[in-house]
T-cell receptor, first 110, second 115 residues
Framework: GNSVTQMEGPVTLSEEAFLTINCTYT??????LFWYVQYPGEGLQLLLK?????DKGSNKGFEATYRKETTSFHLEKGSVQVSDSAVYFC?????????FGKGTSLLVTP | AAGVIQSPRHLIKEKRETATLKCYPI?????VYWYQQGPGQDPQFLIS???????DKGSIPDRFSAQQFSDYHSELNMSSLELGDSALYFC??????????????FGPGTRLTVL
């Protein structure tokens, strides 16, 4: 079946550090891929998405590229801020609903 | 812009009680999804509706039922509540008929605590 595997956290970085959160997927067909962010005590917000191979999603300085050959959708940001502290979920859509990874908690310190 | 509205935001129930969670999708969205997120867990798909008809079921217990009404709002009914039902329940809506490939917009969630 379809599944998403993302790196376990927590990830702790200093402000302005480079961020990578790895995400790989297993799917039949050609799913769409998403990154969602969940700030403490809040709901899920779509951060970025990609709907086909080689697409790059980007938003708020975050980027992820849909790599079919490596079945990956790694999230990157060149310079993180304290306000980026949150839990990040990688997800794929199949014919039913969203399949989420386990989430990666990010803490950015000043 | 209007977002997905969920009510109540917090709910405390005793074991074996019932609970009803409500979801109001973004205007003109015709698809609603329900997810359950346990403490420290990823969201798990429960059930979805398209144009007031159930479209797919995930890991929804038999004690739970849901429906989508003529105004597209949806309600998740939970009976014989168990301690393990304590979780954050998200509703998400989508706007086109193409299925989950379209962007899902999530509500803020209802935090259910079963004592």
């Amino acid at each position: 079946g379809n599944s998403v595997t993302q790196m376990e956290g927590p990830v702790t970085l200093s402000e302005e550090a480079f961020l990578t959160i790895n995400c790989t997927y297993t799917a039949t067909g050609y799913p769409s891929l998403f990154w969602y962010v969940q700030y403490p005590g809040e709901g899920l917000q779509l951060l970025l998405k990609a709907t086909k191979a080689d697409d790059k999603g980007s938003n708020k300085g975050f980027e992820a590229t849909y790599r079919k050959e490596t079945t990956s959708f790694h999230l990157e940001k060149g310079s993180v801020q304290v306000s980026d502290s949150a839990v990040y979920f990688c997800a794929l859509s199949d014919l039913v609903a969203l399949n989420f990874g386990k989430g990666t908690s990010l803490l950015v310190t000043p | 812009a209007a977002g997905v509205i969920q009510s109540p935001r917090h709910l405390i129930k005793e074991k074996r009680e019932t609970a009803t969670l409500k979801c109001y999708p973004i205007p003109r969205h015709d698809t609603v999804y329900w997810y359950q997120q346990g403490p420290g867990q990823d969201p798990q798909f429960l059930i979805s509706f398209y144009e007031k008809m159930q479209s797919d079921k995930g890991s929804i217990p038999d004690r739970f039922s849901a429906q989508q009404f003529s105004d597209y709002h949806s309600e998740l009914n939970m009976s014989s509540l168990e301690l393990g039902d304590s979780a954050l329940y998200f509703c998400a809506s989508a706007g086109l008929a193409g299925g989950p490939r379209n962007e899902q917009f999530f509500g803020p969630g209802t935090r259910l605590t079963v004592l």
